[in-house]
């Protein structure tokens, strides 16, 4: 919280420049790379955001989301709230994924209530065919200032994760104009013209792949691809339309800077059906849901990937007692092998109890001491 002297002394450093060596805590990223790690780092899919009473005091003073996230020095603020409150072992920058195809000029707003919107999607091929890719500095500049400014409030401490959306998630919301329980609009179009759905993803995954250049420019230490909605596709038009254009991001992204590998993660909600398909795409780390069992996941890839994932977020509004044992379920099940990272299934909900994220924590840290003590 903004009184908490930890996350004064973090925000303090925010006018240094932001060194280039590898973080005090650099568990994580070794996890992300299958090194050998003393315990299994964690951290949390939203881990900054509305469950937090500091954050939602820091977005009433921002005057709204996207105006929370168009703030360099707010954003940051709010990405070190949780490390303030909680041992975290990485940070990830506050955004939002539809910040792409805002900067193509689609119009995102958010309504109240209703999530978010675009004042202008997809509708004619004229609209698709004139798509372009934005420059991430000059359009996105506010993101990119967000990544430095946190680099340096985090002073060397742990790792930042940069992300973004995927091209077959953020086109849903593209055509779509907001989110859907259908996905109606988005999937007539990739099978009545799949030209055009293919020039979206075209555009939009070379986008992605400048903007994540762009933020590991400006500081990130790994990048995160956020799937979300592609487990909604069938089983082979998931390959053709979101994986084979992760794969291109993956090949096109810079994977070491100052001498350090940035691992890439990759997150595909409803995914597990193809891990062998996305362990493959050139990710260093696959993110599981929690459909998965993660122990039959990390026997399937065996050294091919790390894993990332993957508690119920429900679990955390169980008692203490009920959120340790699941956690050292997912830790059992993993079993004493490097390249585990701990975290929900999917983003934290807002209704979490603040107090139930501090016993995840330190049973995920305790008990995997424990099980890696005996590999």
Known sequence: MSDNPAFAALRGLCCRGFPVSRPKNDTFLRALLRQPTDYTPVWLMRQAGRYLPEYRETRKRAGSFLDLCKNPGLACEVTLQPLARYNLDAAILFSDILTVPDAMGLGLYFAEGE??????????????????????????????????????????????????????????????????????????????????????????????????????????????????????????????????????????????????????????????????????????????????????????????????????????????EAVAAEARKVIDAYGPHAGHVFNLGHGISQFTPPENVNVLVDTIHSHSRQVLAGR
């Open 115 to 320: 999530g978010p919107k675009f004042e202008r999607p997809l509708k004619e091929e004229w609209e698709i065919r004139n798509l372009a890719v934005p420059d991430p500095v000059q359009e996105l500049g506010y993101v990119m200032d967000a990544v430095a400014e946190i680099r340096r409030a985090l002073d060397d401490s742990v790792p930042l994760i940069g992300f973004s959306g995927s091209p077959w998630t953020l086109a849903c919301y593209m055509v779509e104009g907001g989110g859907s329980d259908d996905y109606r609009k988005v999937k007539t179009l990739l099978y009545s013209r799949p030209d055009l759905m293919h020039h979206i993803l075209s555009i939009t995954a070379q986008s992605v792949t400048a903007y994540l250049n762009a933020q590991i420019e400006a500081g990130a230490q790994a990048v995160m691809i956020f799937d979300s909605w592609g487990g909604v596709l069938a089983h082979e038009a998931y390959k053709e339309f979101s994986l084979a254009y992760i794969r291109q991001i993956l090949a096109g992204l810079t994977r070491e800077k100052d001498g350090e590998r940035i691992p890439a993660i990759v997150f595909t909600k409803g995914g597990g059906i193809w891990l062998p398909e996305i362990a493959d795409s050139g990710a260093d780390a696959v993110g599981l849901d929690w459909t998965v069992d993660i122990g039959a996941a990390r026997r399937l890839v065996g050294d091919k990937v790390a894993l990332q994932g993957n508690l119920d977020p429900s679990v955390l509004f169980g008692t203490p």
